[in-house]
């Protein structure tokens, strides 16, 4: 199974300023064929289900605020929160979908500093 | 719009078993594979099992191999997983998932709101 490792495990930010999630996974999900990253993220907040916020490392979802981005390949990837947003408190998950079983990282909570 | 709702979770004693559905509408059901994706309670997500649109093929999670069986009924628009044998450890809330295409390997655009199983004598 393909293990993804997300850093740091929590982070608190000032309202206004950016959060940075890393997540890396074991081996590449970069599919050479059609040159596609096989990588989302979703961010849940307490009580809901995740939601999905970015999908093939770096596509944002319709409706996902351009705050939101996603970036990196094959074994790291970054999603970046521009000027964080009280609604943004959430955790965050990063999923390899490469694979059969698909993988989730074990989550980064965002909080506010 | 996509909409999955899940229905069947409660409290069970270790070892035994418990049914959960999951019924979709705002789409061609018949087009996707479904999946289970489960959350223990304050902990992460993990990927339960998955099923092809036209049930020919499953995969599983290997802690729930043998013990748990995903089929759905087409005519119904539903999803059920079949668990047995239950442990402790498979206390979690249970997510029905669509994923966004009709491939096997995807990413999961909607989500039901969860039912809550609970094993525990």
């Known amino acids: 199974d393909i293990v993804m490792t997300q850093s740091p495990d929590s982070l608190a930010v000032s309202l206004g300023e950016r959060a940075t999630i890393n997540c890396k996974s074991s081996?590449?999900?970069?599919?050479?064929?059609?040159?596609?990253?096989?990588l989302a993220w979703y961010q849940q907040k307490p009580g809901q289900p995740p939601k999905l916020l970015i999908y093939w490392a770096s596509t944002r979802e319709s409706g996902v605020p351009d705050r939101f981005s996603g970036s990196g390949s094959e074994t790291d990837f970054t999603l970046t929160i521009n000027s964080l947003q009280a609604e943004d408190v959430a955790v965050y998950y990063c999923?390899?979908?490469?694979?059969?079983?698909?993988?989730f990282g074990q989550g980064t909570k965002v909080e506010i500093k | 719009e996509v909409h999955l709702v899940e229905s069947g979770g409660g409290l069970v004693q270790p070892g035994g078993s418990l049914r959960l559905s999951c019924a979709a509408s705002g789409f061609t059901f018949t087009d996707y594979w479904m999946s289970w994706v489960r959350q223990a309670p304050g902990k992460g997500l993990e990927w339960v099992a998955n099923?092809?649109?036209?049930?020919?093929?499953?995969n599983y999670v290997d802690s729930v191999k043998g013990r748990f069986t995903l089929s759905r009924d087409n005519a119904k628009d539903s999803l059920y997983l079949q668990m047995n044998s239950l442990r402790p450890e498979d206390t979690a809330v249970y997510y029905c998932?669509?994923?966004?295409?009709?491939?096997?390997?995807?990413?999961?655009?909607?989500w039901g709101q969860g039912a809550l199983v609970t094993v525990s004598s």
């Open positions: 099923i092809k649109y036209d049930a020919s093929k499953m």
């Open positions: 999923q390899q979908y490469y694979n059969i079983p698909p993988t």
């Open positions: 081996q590449s999900v970069l599919y050479s064929p059609n040159k596609k990253n096989y």
């Open positions: 998932v669509r994923a966004r295409n009709e491939s096997e390997y995807d990413y999961f655009s909607s």
